[in-house]
Antibody
Framework: QVQLVQSGAEVKRPGASVKVSCKAS????????VSWVRQAPGLGLEWMGW????????NNAQKFQGRLTMTTDTSSTTAYLELRSLRPDDTAVYYC?????????????WGQGTLVTVSS | DIQMTQSPSTLSASVGDRVTITCRAS??????LAWYQHKPGKAPRPLIY???SLESGVPSRFSGTGSGTEFTLTISSLQPDDFATYYC????????FGQGTTVEV
C-alpha cells in the first residue's frame, strides 16, 4: 500500500534551518511528484511547493522564494524539504503528499505530518 | 499566485441538511479544482477532482460544480461522518488552497 512516512518533530531557534524527510513506498516514486503543504496552529492548509519524482523539477509558492529547497533521492525514494531563516510564524505541521509527476495536481496520499516549532 | 476564497468560513448544520460551500478563484482556473475533507489528526481526503468528478470511494451525496472562477461543493444530505473542515484547491497554476470551511453541529 502507498505510504509516506515523515521524520520526527523538530524544535528550532529563529534564524535556523529545518530539513524534513518523506520516505515513500508502495508505488513507483519516479512516476509521481511530491507536494509539501503546511498547517499552522488554528489555520488552514497552505501549499508550499512541488517536486517531480522523475526529474527533480520544482515549483513553489512565491512567499517561500529563496527560503525553500526541495530535493529527492530516487535511490531511497525519499523527498526532502528544507526551510531556512525560520521565523516563529513558520511553526506548523508540515505534510508531504503524493502529487502528479509533471506538474501540480490532486494530492491523494499524505504523510503523517511533522511538527516544526520555532521558538527562542 | 492565484488566491482562493471560500465561503462561509464556518457553517452550522444538522444531520440531513443540504450543505453548500462556495470557492472563488482570483482568476480563471478552468476546471482545475479539487475539494478535500479534513478531520483533526487525520490526513486530508480528496473528494472531488476536475471540479465535478467524484474520487473513487466517495459517497454520491458529495457533488461539485463550477468552472472558471466560481465553484461549489454540495453535500445533499449531511451525515454524522461529514462534520469536518473542507478545502478547495486550484491546480491550474502551481497550487493554492482555500482557507477552509468548517461544518459544525
Amino acid at each position: 500500500q502507498v505510504q509516506l512516512v515523515q521524520s520526527g518533530a523538530e524544535v528550532k531557534r529563529p534564524g535556523a534551518s529545518v530539513k524534513v524527510s518523506c520516505k515513500a513506498s508502495g508505488y513507483s516514486f519516479t512516476t509521481y511528484g511530491v507536494s509539501w503543504v503546511r498547517q499552522a496552529p488554528g489555520l488552514g492548509l497552505e501549499w508550499m511547493g512541488w517536486i517531480s519524482g522523475y526529474n527533480g523539477h520544482t515549483n513553489n509558492a512565491q512567499k517561500f522564494q529563496g527560503r525553500l529547497t526541495m530535493t529527492t533521492d530516487t535511490s531511497s525514494t525519499t523527498a526532502y524539504l528544507e526551510l531556512r531563516s525560520l521565523r516563529p510564524d513558520d511553526t506548523a505541521v508540515y505534510y508531504c503528499a503524493r502529487d502528479s509527476v509533471g506538474t501540480t495536481g490532486v494530492v491523494d496520499y499524505w504523510g503523517q505530518g511533522t511538527l516544526v516549532t520555532v521558538s527562542s | 499566485d492565484i488566491q482562493m476564497t471560500q465561503s462561509p468560513s464556518t457553517l452550522s448544520a444538522s444531520v440531513g441538511d443540504r450543505v453548500t460551500i462556495t470557492c472563488r478563484a482570483s482568476q480563471s482556473i478552468g476546471d482545475w479544482l479539487a475539494w478535500y475533507q479534513h478531520k483533526p489528526g487525520k490526513a486530508p481526503r480528496p473528494l472531488i477532482y476536475k471540479a465535478s468528478s467524484l474520487e473513487s470511494g466517495v459517497p454520491s451525496r458529495f457533488s461539485g460544480t463550477g468552472s472558471g472562477t466560481e465553484f461549489t461543493l454540495t453535500i445533499s444530505s449531511l451525515q454524522p461522518d461529514d462534520f469536518a473542515t473542507y478545502y478547495c484547491q486550484q491546480y491550474n497554476y502551481y497550487s493554492t488552497f482555500g482557507q477552509g470551511t468548517t461544518v459544525e453541529v
